[in-house]
T-cell receptor, first 113, second 116 residues
Framework: DTAVSQTPKYLVTQMGNDKSIKCEQNLGHDTMYWYKQDSKKFLKIMFSYNNKELIINETVPNRFSPKSPDKAHLNLHINSLELGDSAVYFC????????????FGPGTRLTVT | AQTVTQSQPEMSVQEAETVTLSCTYDTSESDYYLFWYKQPPSRQMILVIRQEAYKQQNATENRFSVNFQKAAKSFSLKISDSQLGDAAMYFCAYRRWGGSNYKLTFGKGTLLTVNP
């Protein structure tokens, strides 16, 4: 059984479009994250949700809007896509506190043409 | 803000030999966690090893061990008896101890090649 899943794994779209990436975890975790990995492989936090509440918003353009309908899901909606949004987006989850490991999804490679 | 630096963009090692990947970090906090993650070509992020800053003993996981020097803010990863499957991008990461901000702050990564 997949612990953290993301759909789709690949997404190719044109500039100006709106797209969503879905994330689901079946680990019973209460905290979920979105990270962006750029073309140079640099990983950076975008958002974090704890029990459906936004905890971290790391100066991400407001074209990006996360939504957490419940503790097991954290979706990422992107409006008016730009070339610079091309990247791999990773969802992750963990339990709050302690040294709990963050479990990563397989990533979604977004290509904006 | 915390920063993590990996000064070796690329490293290579012969199969069965030992390699050490470097990581330094900057923080004003006394308690925190440090991690090494592996990202093979499959893109999946895999936790290799973790270290709690309050522990003096270096963490070890099978062929993987760390050299944690808190005063020097250094956290290197040693891979012994390197295997072809160890070839991957390796990321060093920092996480705060307390509060509600559990984000991982990553270094830029080291690409490890294992030569047969």
């Amino acid at each position: 059984d997949t612990a953290v899943s993301q759909t789709p794994k690949y997404l190719v779209t044109q500039m100006g479009n709106d797209k969503s990436i879905k994330c689901e975890q079946n680990l019973g975790h209460d905290t979920m994250y979105w990270y962006k990995q750029d073309s140079k492989k640099f990983l950076k936090i975008m958002f974090s949700y704890n029990n459906k509440e936004l905890i971290i918003n790391e100066t991400v353009p407001n074209r990006f809007s996360p939504k957490s309908p419940d503790k097991a899901h954290l979706n990422l909606h992107i409006n008016s896509l730009e070339l610079g949004d091309s990247a791999v987006y990773f969802c992750a989850s963990s339990l709050e506190g302690g040294s709990y490991e963050q479990y990563f999804g397989p990533g979604t490679r977004l290509t904006v043409t | 803000a915390q920063t993590v630096t990996q000064s070796q963009p690329e490293m290579s090692v012969q199969e069965a030999e030992t390699v050490t990947l470097s990581c330094t970090y900057d923080t004003s906090e006394s308690d925190y966690y440090l991690f090494w993650y592996k990202q093979p070509p499959s893109r999946q992020m895999i936790l290799v090893i973790r270290q709690e800053a309050y522990k003096q003993q270096n963490a070890t996981e099978n062929r993987f061990s760390v050299n944690f020097q808190k005063a020097a803010k250094s956290f290197s990863l040693k891979i012994s008896d390197s295997q072809l499957g160890d070839a991957a991008m390796y990321f060093c990461a920092y996480r705060r101890w307390g509060g509600s901000n559990y984000k991982l702050t990553f270094g830029k990564g080291t690409l490890l090649t294992v030569n047969p």
